[in-house]
């Protein structure tokens, strides 16, 4: 399957910080999704995002499909930011199945 | 709309006895997938299903089975269950209907423990 490698697996930042998460993977994908996974374990969407560039708010993501590598953006860090950001792909044998990087653990203190 | 519930939240089991954790969409999602998280590893599929009636293995099948009798339910069971199975069981959803298996969806997460 395809191997998806996240950088850094953990990230100190004080709020107001502004950072980037990195997600690499190892073959060509359909999709990919980033997640944060906030400290009472929810996994809440936050870009589905095979190609581009994508903006919400704070946060912002760029997919370079054609270099196997996606990057997540969070601009102005909060407390509520904190958990774990993971990045997933598509593009299995098994249609729709992600896989996922082992995450980034963010912290972020006031 | 609730989108995905799973039950329980959380389940301390003995090994040995056999449980179903449940799963429930109201997005009329065709696909549905099973997954568990444990620490340091991010998630791995265990089953999906592409379509009510049909049913695959993923990366962690065994020891688990599936069924899917309808669109909107998608249960897992541990027949016997063992210790390795305590994790957190996440059930996902996506429409796949266009051909594109589009961004999936996750249920809260059942909690167990096997003792």
């Known amino acids: 399957g395809i191997q998806v490698e996240q950088s850094p697996p953990d990230l100190i930042l004080q709020e107001g910080a502004n950072s980037t998460l990195r997600c690499n993977f190892s073959?060509?994908?359909?999709?990919l999704q980033w997640f944060h996974q906030n400290p009472w374990g929810q996994l809440i969407n936050l870009f589905y995002?095979?190609?581009g560039t994508k903006q919400n708010g704070r946060l912002s993501a760029t997919t370079v499909a054609t270099e196997r590598y996606s990057l997540l953006y969070i601009s102005s860090s909060q407390t509520t930011d904190s958990g774990v950001y993971f990045c997933?792909?598509?593009?299995?044998?098994?249609?729709?199945?992600?896989?996922f990087g082992r995450g980034t653990q963010l912290t972020v203190w006031p | 709309t609730a989108g995905i519930t799973q039950a329980p939240t959380s389940q301390i089991l003995a090994a040995g006895r056999s449980m179903t954790l449940r799963c429930t969409q109201d997005?009329?999602?065709?696909?549905m997938y099973w997954y568990r998280q444990d620490l340091g590893l991010g998630l791995r599929l265990i089953h999906y299903?592409?379509?009510?009636?049909?049913?695959g293995k993923g990366e962690v099948p065994d020891g688990y089975s599936v069924s899917r009798a309808n669109t909107d339910d998608f249960p897992l069971t541990l027949a016997s269950a063992v210790p390795s199975q305590t994790s957190v069981y996440f059930c996902?959803?996506?429409?796949?209907?266009?051909?594109?298996?589009?961004?999936?969806?996750f249920g809260p997460g059942t909690r167990l423990t096997v003792l």
């Open positions: 996902a959803s996506s429409d796949a209907t266009s051909g594109d298996y589009n961004e999936q969806f």
């Open positions: 073959d060509s994908v359909n999709n």
């Open positions: 995002i095979p190609s």
């Open positions: 997933a792909v598509d593009g299995g044998s098994t249609l729709g199945r992600l896989y």
């Open positions: 997005m009329r999602h065709n696909a």
């Open positions: 299903s592409n379509t009510a009636g049909t049913t």
